[in-house]
């Protein structure tokens, strides 16, 4: 005879969309990968909008149980895996001193993780980054993915009266929706830019440059310097000159642009400010770009940047702690917006990517998704995202949590130029999460443009007739957004 803590505990896996679990780890597994945009969009189960009341306390509102293992992968890039195995696993142990944890470090998050999301032996917390991502929308279509609901609207570590929804930042919710529901949570909040040594600059007299004539000017006294003005990796990392190109094209015709492009408005890859933004770009590249960097990585490419060979890198905030152990005393990080392109830019030359990143989700058919929940929750709260702040010299979405941080040169830069901004603040591009295979495809024509095998034009047409074929494709759950 079950008991009435086992009926509860049933009932709250059935309110937060884990009956998968209910049934058994591997119950109703697909045979079918989850690599490719396909699946209908239904979570594992309907969320409710909160755990019932009576199922669990504020200080386990999951019903964690205390022994269970708990199995967690992280993306080492920039930010590395050590806030994981120094602060978020510890805290999830101090609580559940009974349960083992497994840790994973991988760069290749999708390679190593789609056979066992196959073979119905998933981990309980992934942290979904890198190059080589899993495809969420896939995932999220074949029931991988705990609704996280129940965790929003769960009590807070540090104030069990509020939701721990209402301790984050905006932007949280709306980019954790997957088919309409939360299924990611989004943990840093990330500055994209142009990043500079501001040293070299203070020493050159140098000045960050507000309209595009002024950076082409000032491309040509670095470049007289013997330095290449502008780079970016080739191979792993040309989303970051993606990402470039994007925030220009917002920059030109208003975040309008990147939401088009995101719900596959017809022509959204071909509007003007695509093509100019493009153009603007290609350009630069061929008076002030070497090709030689086509071939590098991003950290080879950065290494380039600490010795004097590079001055502008187009990338986010997590750059100075990726290469913390390899800036010499004569660099600074610092940040500077991506110049005014024309004289009718819809955005002023003042207007900045931040943004929320580096997404991680719960497995619903792992072994222990409460402790997933549990663990995500631990993470927001204010011990967990100021560990990570220490740790990696990189904000998170959790209010106050860096309050008396001692943050360094880059991030204090970044938090400068956010206040220029005020509310001009670029939009992110969700495509990359929501059609992974058209965000590769954007990646390879940024290569192909960039290197000058394709020209802007046939860039835009490329990726509409890409995006068209997205759009049409019936096995491709669509996402849409309004904000």
């Not at 059935?14 to 049934?23: E, H, K, S």
């Not at 000045?207 to 792993?236: N, R």
């Not at 187009?314 to 005014?340: C, H, R």
């Not at 040169?409 to 969700?430: F, H």
Request: hydrophobic content about 40%; charged content about 20%.
């Amino acid at each position: 005879m079950s008991s009435s803590a086992d009926i509860n505990r049933r009932a709250l896996l059935r309110r937060i969309g884990l009956t998968a679990f209910v049934a058994g780890p591997g119950a109703g597994l697909l045979a079918g990968c989850a690599t490719a945009g396909s699946g209908s969009g239904a979570s594992a189960s309907p969320a409710a909008s909160a755990p019932a009341s009576g199922l669990a306390n504020a200080a386990n509102p999951f019903s964690v149980q205390a022994n269970a293992p708990l199995e967690v992968v992280i993306f080492s890039g920039g930010y590395t895996d050590a806030y994981a195995t120094k602060i978020h696993e510890p805290l999830y142990k101090k609580k559940y001193a009974q349960a083992t944890i497994k840790h994973t470090a991988t760069q290749r998050i999708g390679t190593q993780l789609r056979p066992r999301f196959v073979s119905g032996e998933a981990p309980d917390v992934v942290n979904n980054s890198g190059s080589d991502p899993l495809d969420l929308v896939a995932l999220q279509g074949e029931g991988h993915l705990a609704d996280l609901t129940a965790l929003f609207d769960a009590p807070s570590v540090d104030d069990p009266a509020k939701k721990v929804k209402d301790t984050l930042t905006g932007g949280v919710l709306e980019n954790a929706l997957v088919a309409g529901k939360p299924h990611v949570l989004n943990y840093t909040v990330s500055h994209r830019g142009l990043w500079y040594n501001a040293k070299l600059f203070a020493e050159k007299g140098w000045q960050p440059p507000t309209t595009w004539d002024a950076f082409l000017a000032l491309c040509e006294q670095i470049k007289g310097a013997g330095i290449t003005p502008f780079a970016y990796p080739g191979q792993v990392g040309p989303f970051y000159q993606t990402w470039n190109i994007l925030y220009t094209a917002a920059k030109i015709g208003g975040n309008q642009v990147i939401l088009d492009i995101d719900n596959l408005v017809d022509g959204a890859w071909t509007k003007d400010a695509v093509i100019k933004a493009v153009s603007v770009w290609v350009d630069l590249q061929k008076q002030f770009g070497d090709k030689a960097y086509f071939g590098l990585d991003h950290t080879q490419t950065q290494l380039k940047q600490l010795q004097g060979k590079v001055a502008f890198y187009p990338t986010g905030s997590w750059l100075e702690n990726e290469m913390q152990k390899e800036i010499p005393d004569d660099f600074e990080y610092a940040v500077m917006p991506i110049p005014a392109v024309t004289g009718g830019d819809v955005m002023p030359a003042e207007a900045f990517f931040v943004g929320v990143g580096e997404n991680f989700f719960v497995s619903a058919r792992g072994k222990n998704p409460l402790g997933g929940l549990e663990y995500l929750r631990l993470m927001l709260s204010k011990e967990g995202a100021r560990g990570f702040t220490q740790e990696t010299k990189n904000l998170t979405v959790v209010n106050g949590s860096a309050e008396g941080v001692d943050l360094p040169p880059g991030l204090k830069s970044a938090a400068k130029v956010q206040d220029a901004a005020g509310q001009n603040i670029i939009t992110d591009a969700r495509y990359e999460g929501w059609y992974k295979k058209l965000y590769d495809y954007s990646q390879a024509q940024t290569n192909s443009v960039m290197a000058g095998r394709i020209t802007p034009q046939q860039f835009a047409e490329n990726m509409q007739k890409k995006a068209d074929e997205t759009k049409n494709d019936k096995r491709i759950t669509k996402q849409t957004r309004t904000v």
